[in-house]
Nanobody
Framework: QVQLVDSGGGLVQAGGSLRLSCEFS????????MGWVRQAPGKEREFVSA???????GYADSVKGRFTISRDDSKNTMYLQMRLLKVEDTAVYYC???????????????WGQGTQVTVSN
C-alpha cells in the first residue's frame, strides 16, 4: 500500500521561505511521478509542481522562479523549496504521486494528508 506523509508547513511572512517534504513508502519509486497540489479556502485544487523519476520537472506559472521541486530517491523523499512566498500562496499543500512519465497535473491517485502553509503580510 502506497503511503505519502507530507510535512514542513507553517506560518511565514510574505517574502519568506519554507521547505515542504514528502516521504513515500510502500512501493518502489521507479516510474513514480511525485508532485504537489494545493487548495486555498473557497478555491479549487491547483497543481503546483511535479517531478519524474528521471528528474524532469513541471511548475504552475504562478510559482515558476520561486518554487523548486526535488527528490532524493535514496531517502524516498521529495521536497518543495518555496521562496519569495506571497499571501496568495496560502493553502493546504498535498503531496501527490502517480505511476507515469510526465510531470503534469493529471492523474494523481495517491495523496498525502496535507500540510498547511500560511503566508502573512
Amino acid at each position: 500500500q502506497v503511503q505519502l506523509v507530507d510535512s514542513g508547513g507553517g506560518l511565514v511572512q510574505a517574502g519568506g521561505s519554507l521547505r515542504l517534504s514528502c516521504e513515500f513508502s510502500g512501493r518502489t519509486l521507479t516510474d513514480v511521478v511525485m508532485g504537489w497540489v494545493r487548495q486555498a479556502p473557497g478555491k479549487e485544487r491547483e497543481f503546483v509542481s511535479a517531478i519524474t523519476s528521471s528528474g524532469n520537472t513541471g511548475y504552475a506559472d504562478s510559482v515558476k522562479g520561486r518554487f523548486t521541486i526535488s527528490r532524493d530517491d535514496s531517502k524516498n523523499t521529495m521536497y518543495l523549496q518555496m521562496r519569495l512566498l506571497k499571501v496568495e500562496d496560502t493553502a493546504v499543500y498535498y503531496c501527490v504521486a502517480k505511476y507515469g512519465f510526465y510531470a503534469d497535473e493529471r492523474g494523481y491517485n495517491y495523496w498525502g494528508q496535507g500540510t498547511q502553509v500560511t503566508v502573512s503580510n
